[in-house]
């Protein structure tokens, strides 16, 4: 992934300045998890703010556990982002029968990326928010998805994250490390997206990405990734990407247009390609020592509502991705999927069936035959069902 992965710096829009002072107040008076709560519902008038402050203040005087749970986005990126912060935190309130309170920290207000995974780790926070690539440290194995075209369709990965390989092969190694995957969330395939003033046609082939400085995080598998297609892997900080694309530094990115508008891109991007490589994934993972230690019938009540909000991720995405489309679209984006003709060629050049990634497969999964077992289950259609681009 980009370094969202790495460091999940979050470069979200700021609030219009009335919002912003309606916030500021109610978090002065009020505290800041109910201004947090309060925003998320559009609630930020003194009478409603004064009524989710009280609501607030009695189930945390009512549980007998606070789980508080940290994220990198603010409250309200669901409308273009389907992280689901809010309901993860109604679900578990409620699924527990109110025996566990839930403080978020949105935002990247106690840090982002490895620092949340770090401080789970250490049950500093109890859950958190964060890519598939800050796992990497703890559990290698979950690169693999950076692998391109095996499990970048949403189906494929829902498929994979819920199958029983990935719970064996995978989240046993995670939770080794003392961590308990909550549930991993979709959000759309990673594009191909080019810069404004470059050409005014979307990349088509693999032919289209030669000689492309394609921007690209510190990740080793992307950037064999986009040399097998002829393209010129440029590492650039994610935190530096937007100047890097309007400067012409680099030609292309490639997050998912979800990420591309949560971002600001829809001004410095000409074309986005649907190629579906590889997916722009999440997860919600929990301090497994604080966990194990909670009582069964809240840990079934936090088993249920990571279920429950599961579900609501993946009826979430079409939402998402049609309003960041939208408005995208608005700023003169346009958008490219690819035929079954182009994919193929995609496929062809740089896929996981390449030998150039037997390599990759043994060291991140311990062997071929482990990679295959994983890549059965992202072809096997599970229960769930999510709409792809």
Known sequence: MTDRKDDDTRLLKPMESE???DFLRTAATLGFTTAVVAAGAGALSKPAAAQTAAEEKERKAAAKHTMTIGTAYKIGTTRSYPIMQLNLKENIQNLTNGQVYVKLAPGGEIGTGTKLVEKVQANTIQAAQHSLSNFAPFAPAVDLINLPYWCGE???????VTSDAWQKE???RVEAKGFKPLFYFCIDPR????RRGLSDEPFRTPDDMKGIKFRVPGSKILQQFYRLLGANPTPVAWGETPSAIKQGVADALDPAVEALYAFGFKDVLSWVTFNRSVPDSQVYSCNLEWFNGLPKDVQEGINF???VTF???LAQVPA???????EMAAAGVKFHSLTSDEYAQW???AGQQRKEWDDWKKELGGSIATFDKLLEGANTQSKYIVHDV
């Open 311 to 313: 579900q609501q991720n």
């Open 320 to 326: 998402s991705r049609a309003f960041a489309m939208a």
């Open 191 to 194: 594009t191909a997206s080019k």
């Open 19 to 21: 919002d912003r002072r």
């Open 305 to 307: 509502a990571s279920e």
């Open 347 to 349: 496929v062809e050049a």
């Open 170 to 172: 995978v989240n046993s």
């Open 154 to 160: 949403n189906q494929r990965f829902v498929n994979l």
